[in-house]
């Protein structure tokens, strides 16, 4: 059993930055893949960037691509994401997921355990 709380969310204006973090409990942590994804009003959730276990192979979302940066700390069992040049169509609910075995790191299939969500706000 993996349980994620995400922080770091907030209200910034745009080309501002932020930091989320996205800290698990249990010790098996650092053999899982986790992925940040997001949800706006009205939209359907989608993917923003994962990393898998050990940080040797990410992947992100075309629209975030050279703006925002996946990290992850298996001591501390946090992973960490690195927001830039943020704008307003970053706006959403952020969400951390993470599953083992993942294929496709781009796809909710397969994220089994997931947090709460923690806002997002970006001013124009």
């Known amino acids: 059993q993996v349980q994620l709380v995400e922080s770091g969310g907030g209200l910034v204006q745009a080309g501002g930055s932020l930091r989320l973090s996205c800290t698990a409990s249990?010790?098996?942590?650092?053999?899982?893949?986790v992925g940040w994804f997001r949800q706006a009003p009205g939209k359907e959730r989608e993917f923003v960037t994962a990393?898998?276990?050990?940080?040797?192979?990410?992947k992100s979302a075309d629209s975030v691509k050279g703006r925002f940066t996946i990290s992850r700390d298996n001591a501390k069992n946090t992973v960490y994401l690195q927001m830039n040049s943020l704008k307003p169509e970053d706006t959403a609910v952020y969400y951390c997921?993470?599953?083992?075995?993942?294929?496709?790191?781009?796809?909710?299939?397969?994220?089994?355990?997931w947090g709460q969500g923690t806002q997002v706000t970006v001013s124009s």
């Open positions: 249990g010790r098996t942590f650092s053999s899982y893949t």
């Open positions: 997921g993470a599953g083992r075995f993942i294929r496709d790191l781009s796809s909710r299939n397969g994220y089994v355990y």
């Open positions: 990393i898998n276990w050990n940080g040797g192979d990410t």
